[in-house]
């Protein structure tokens, strides 16, 4: 890090060193990145919120979203290989759920950060 004077607060350097050193490495930051860009589709958020309330097959899910099986299954794929859902198998009915509850806690906190009145 550049030794600079900053001019409009007054931060201890020692301070400044030791937020730089916490910074997760660069593979973990573009995957955060990554897993972010998954929340950037309405289909798959619309889905995430309905399986915050029901674990549910394709089918339902085809049905809440007005779209047909094989887009919500892509959709699902992703959601899958993202950690964001699970799935299980009941006979030949596949069910999903969220992956856990750190989904859900995502989800509720930004739609809480978007409703916060300014």
């Known amino acids: ?35 972010f860009k998954v929340f950037g589709d309405g289909t798959r958020l619309k889905i995430l919120y309905f399986l915050m309330h029901h674990e549910l097959c394709v089918a339902d899910l085809s049905t809440l979203v007005n779209m047909q099986q094989s887009t919500v299954s892509h959709q699902l794929k992703l959601l899958r290989l993202n950690r964001l859902v699970k799935y ?7 069910y999903y759920s969220l992956d856990d509850s750190h989904v859900k806690s995502i989800f509720e906190l930004a739609l809480l950060h978007l409703k916060e009145q300014r």
Not at 88 to 94: F, L, M, N, Q, S
């Open 88 to 94: 299980r198998k009941e006979g030949i009915t596949v």
């Open 1 to 35: 890090m550049e030794d600079r004077v900053c001019l409009c607060k007054n931060i201890d350097p020692a301070e400044m060193l030791n937020t730089q050193k916490a910074l997760p490495a660069d593979d973990v930051i573009n995957h955060m990145a990554d897993f």
